[in-house]
């Protein structure tokens, strides 16, 4: 209490001073949920791609099956190409919820 009327009679430097110490203090309890937040939306848009991607892949496989051997390849590509991305999205969305859970416990 005696920095805090030391500041206000001094003002200037000490105010200042005592503002940082505050902001110091005060923001790190903030900033941490809101990071760990983040990291789970972000980790639930990435999971929410995968599924989309996931589910082209079925239909573009289920395409693929009922193809005829000319066109095979070009679909057989597709297959490969969406189930890589869903894979992709998929791993990119639990490590984000699995960074949010280690901040979250730091």
Request: net charge positive.
């Amino acid at each position: 209490m005696k920095q805090h009327q030391a500041a206000i009679r001094l003002g200037g430097k000490a105010a200042i001073r005592l503002g940082g110490k505050f902001v110091r203090h005060m923001l790190p309890p903030v900033i941490k949920p809101m990071h760990s937040l983040w990291n789970e939306v972000i980790g639930f848009f990435f999971l929410c791609f995968a599924a989309i991607f996931g589910f082209r892949t079925y239909s573009y496989y289920k395409i693929y099956t009922q193809a005829v051997a000319a066109d095979a390849a070009s679909h057989l590509m597709r297959v490969i190409v969406t189930g890589f991305f869903a894979l992709v999205m998929a791993t990119f969305g639990i490590s984000s919820f699995l960074k949010a859970r280690r901040i979250s416990r730091s």
